[in-house]
């Protein structure tokens, strides 16, 4: 195996010499250019000339990442309000379903006349309390379920007629209106 090799040897010092000599040779022709404007460039000129291409384009890669960033975020932004919207259809739709159906029982909103007196006492007890009034009429008295609504008015000597709003639940007054105000709550 040695032998063979032997013959294959690269003898350094002549390669050198031959790589000087066409070095040489290379700077001593002429380099005629077909172009006027054409200039040449030096090796070293050439690689800062392409790093600094190469530096523009990593810049500009860098604006089209935040290009492609805010698309991404505007499509998340979207896609965010478009659950949310389903979200609340898909809430409405089961809200939607607990609302008693259209089977409404129809109750009679008038009350009795042994009732009717006993309401008109206690209207005129509370309205009373808080008015300092004698003379207190009831113009409307109705019931909707254990509540009972009743309308009407008192006479002050100054001012004359004023109007009232009293609500009863279970016999017991929740709330009362006197010119806007609001005395019970």
């Not at 089209?64 to 975020?73: C, G, T, V």
Request: charged fraction near 25%; hydrophobic fraction near 35%.
């Amino acid at each position: 195996m040695r032998n063979s090799n032997a013959d294959n040897t690269i003898l350094f010092i002549e390669k050198k010499k031959e790589f000087e000599n066409s070095k040489d040779n290379q700077n001593h022709h002429k380099i005629t250019i077909k172009d006027k404007n054409a200039e040449i460039i030096s090796l070293s000129s050439y690689k800062r000339l392409k790093f600094k291409r190469n530096h523009f384009k990593k810049e500009h890669n860098i604006n089209i990442d935040k290009s492609k960033l805010k698309k991404r975020a505007f499509f998340i932004i979207i896609l965010v309000l478009f659950l949310l919207i389903l979200a609340s259809t898909v809430l409405k739709q089961n809200s939607y379903s607990e609302v008693p159906s259209n089977k409404f029982v129809a109750q009679s909103s008038e009350i009795n006349k042994s009732d009717t007196s006993a309401y008109k006492s206690i209207i005129k007890r509370v309205v009373g309390k808080y008015t300092n009034a004698n003379n207190i009429s009831i113009s409307e008295l109705h019931k909707n379920g254990n509540l009972v609504y009743a309308q009407g008015y008192f006479n002050v000597p100054n001012e004359g007629k004023v109007n009232y709003d009293l609500i009863l639940q279970n016999n017991s007054p929740t709330s009362l209106i006197i010119n806007g105000n609001e005395y019970i709550k």
